[in-house]
């Protein structure tokens, strides 16, 4: 076990730097320009872009002249980025500053960070249990009316994107209902959590509540089901004390893998709600005028490290909930 997970980290760190640099060599080719009245505001810009490496155009505001300033090759630069991150540098942002007036990239993520966790461990406290429930309740009534309803509903809620939901839930809610307190989120009214949540959830409830039916249908007919009923144990107490225990094997990873998401946040949920989290960050980045290069590269790094990590923690937890599967052990 202790080989196969070194060996996991060492891929870890060599698939980190590859997607990193990919990123890194996409965003830096985009054309950037610099076009203010402020001279002050050029000079900042044109100053900040020479010291990393990148190349601009500056285009003046009373002739309208462009002016090429050309930087480094993008592996330079590269390695310029990767030495500022191991100063602990992360970058300076040029769309989007923190509320003390910091434009440094590690200020930005350390205010946003939290209003990204709090909604998701929000949503995570509500939607695991009653995908749970929901699924147990299908399962058990199997071919029922309850069955038939909950797969309905599921199969309505998975169909349509999360975005949609948002929109949906703001126009019927928000100004249908008149309740304009919940179009956007505010840390000052506990109220407006509620709309950025329920669409946090709808996917985890339903996903959940899927696999749980069909692990546990499965289990359910299994033959040592039969033999626990066999020996005295009620319907109730074999469900418990054995299907639920063996049905959990592939549900497991996604409750563990929901807990490693509280980080990721969500692009478009975020975006509609206007939620200050790290979502609607990167894609205030992506869409900046110039490119937010240094939020945009630190951000997309930090989403693929959270996936390779997520990714072994899933691995991993297969083999601690059933001592039977043991990756990298002996035959």
């Not at 300033?69 to 330079?76: D, S, T």
């Not at 599921?154 to 179009?183: D, E, H, N, R, W």
């Not at 109730?236 to 990721?264: D, K």
């Amino acid at each position: 076990m202790g080989k196969y997970i070194l060996k996991r980290l060492l891929l870890m760190i060599v698939n980190v730097f590859i997607v990193t640099f990919i990123l890194f060599a996409l965003i830096r080719l985009l054309p950037v320009s610099i076009a203010s009245t402020k001279e002050s505001e050029i000079r900042a810009l044109g100053a900040y872009y020479k010291s990393i490496g990148c190349t601009f155009t500056w285009i003046n505001p009373d002739t309208h002249a462009r002016e090429v300033v050309n930087g480094a090759p993008i592996i330079k630069q590269f390695f310029i980025f990767l030495g500022n991150v191991f100063k602990g540098d992360f970058g300076t942002s040029t769309s989007v500053s923190a509320t003390n007036g910091s434009t440094a990239v590690a200020e930005i993520f350390k205010e946003r960070i939290g209003v990204t966790v709090q909604l998701n461990i929000i949503s995570i406290i509500i939607s695991i249990p009653l995908g749970l429930l929901f699924g147990v309740i299908a399962a058990l009534k199997k071919n029922k009316w309850e069955d038939h309803l909950i797969s309905i509903i599921v199969m309505l809620f998975i169909s349509v994107p999360s975005f949609v939901l948002a929109l949906l839930m703001q126009y019927f809610i928000s100004y249908k209902a008149g309740l304009t307190y919940t179009l956007k989120y505010s840390t000052q009214d506990a109220r407006t959590v509620v709309l950025p949540v329920l669409a946090l959830s709808f996917g985890t409830i339903c996903s959940l509540t899927r696999y749980t039916r069909a692990e546990l249908t499965e289990v359910l007919t299994s033959d040592f089901m039969l033999l626990a009923r066999a020996k005295g144990l009620t319907r109730g107490q074999a469900t418990v004390r054995h299907a639920l225990r063996n049905s959990m094997v592939p549900v497991m990873p996604i409750i563990i893998w929901n807990f490693i998401s509280i980080l990721a946040g969500s692009y478009v949920i975020e975006t509609v709600f206007s939620v200050p989290g790290i979502g609607s960050l990167t894609l205030k980045a992506i869409n900046a005028t110039p490119p937010d290069y240094d939020v945009y590269v630190i951000m997309t790094s930090f989403y693929t490290i959270l996936g390779f990590v997520g990714a072994l923690i899933v691995d991993l937890s297969y083999g601690l909930i059933d001592p039977r599967i043991r990756m990298g052990g002996r035959k």
